[in-house]
């Protein structure tokens, strides 16, 4: 739900940072496909194993039923489209 606007000063932003490159498409030069970059690759990989740690510490002492619940209701929340 961002604006276009938003969006290029993100990309603009990551590009900047080094931790996304710009190709071209393969078939239509007009496309730009973003890629992680090796550094996007390493900060993607650390924030992967952060968020695991972070998941396992906000699970502990409840059920696998109960954390299926908990997945189920913040996905449809992200999607907007809540369970009744």
Not at 39 to 56: F, H
């Amino acid at each position: 739900m961002l604006t276009p606007q938003t969006l290029s000063v993100i990309v603009a932003n990551l590009e900047k940072a080094g931790t996304i490159v710009k190709r071209r498409h393969a078939s239509n030069e007009r496309i730009r496909q973003l890629e992680l970059s090796e550094k996007g690759n390493a900060l993607y990989a650390e924030a992967r194993g952060r968020v695991r740690l972070l998941e396992a510490d906000l699970a502990a002492g409840y059920s696998e039923d109960e954390q299926k619940i908990v997945r189920r209701w913040l996905a449809a929340v992200t999607a907007g489209t809540p369970e009744d």
